[in-house]
């Protein structure tokens, strides 16, 4: 704890955004944690996984954004693994809050399965495009975005879809919001994504207009707590 406070005053001086937004970020996460586990005694037994693994996706980024931070306030570098070791176990658990809101419509485990296989294919291509052969981002970029169309596909249209037009209209309404914040708020990764790897690429026009860093983890504060808030105004709703 010391050392974390005494490398956060380090990376103090006011124009690291990036330091900056790993601090609150760590703050934040920690505070919806919290949030969210209290909550779980105070809704309906049905609710209560739903929530537990709101509250598991938070503490989770929680203490990767500890680690984050850390390495960005000592190395300098944007810290890829802790970040897609972090998405790789958060991204899943949203795929199981699809599932536990619309296995009362009869969702099937298949479903849940579809949805984890797409969204860690999503996650391998863009730690290869960032890490691995950055050389070849765009590919690996592409490939990655054709999963997380796939995504898009099941919940918006596909099995999902389904299952949810034969929901609760409080399901529902979670459903559709749940829809948006993958359809507009995971958008955010891909534009952080081309912004950090556009060197040499087609998309070079956008290399460091912001830094990367700044937009994952404001993606990361928007999606992350606003998929467990809508979680838990679906917990809390009368119907
Ligand atoms: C809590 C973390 C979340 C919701 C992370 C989501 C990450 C994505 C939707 C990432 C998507 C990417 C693409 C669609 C293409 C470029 C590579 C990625 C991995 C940034």
Redesign the pocket.
């Known amino acids: 704890m010391t050392s974390f406070i005494l490398s956060a005053i380090k990376a103090m001086p006011t124009d690291d955004y990036v330091g900056f937004t790993f601090f609150v970020g760590t703050m934040a996460m920690m505070a919806a944690s919290a949030f969210f586990f209290l909550s779980i005694n105070m809704v309906e037994g049905k609710w209560k996984t739903s929530l537990l693994v709101s509250g598991l996706?938070t503490f989770i980024?929680a203490v990767h954004y500890y680690y984050m931070r850390d390495y960005w306030a000592e190395v300098g570098e944007s810290p890829t693994f802790f970040r897609y070791v972090?998405?790789t176990l958060?991204?899943p658990l949203?795929c199981v809050e699809f599932y536990l809101i619309l296995k009362a419509a009869g969702a099937k485990t298949g479903l849940l399965w579809k949805l984890i296989w797409a969204s860690v294919v999503?996650?391998v291509?863009?730690y290869i495009?960032e890490a691995v052969y950055p050389a070849q981002a765009a590919m690996w970029?592409l490939f990655?975005?054709i999963a997380?169309f796939y995504i898009v596909y099941l919940i918006m249209f596909g099995e999902a879809k389904a299952l949810a037009d034969k929901s609760s209209a409080s399901v529902q309404r979670a459903h559709g919001i749940l829809c948006k914040f993958v359809l507009i708020g995971?958008a955010i990764?891909?534009l952080?994504?081309m912004i950090g790897t556009g060197e040499g690429q087609w998309y070079s026009f956008l290399q460091g207009a912001v830094d990367m860093d700044v937009i994952y983890n404001i993606?990361?504060a928007i999606?992350?707590i606003g998929f467990g808030l809508v979680i838990y105004s679906l917990a809390v709703s009368k119907d």
């Open positions: 996706i980024a972090d998405w958060t991204v949203m999503m996650l291509a863009g495009g970029g990655s975005g997380y995971w990764y891909p952080g994504y993606g990361d999606n992350k």
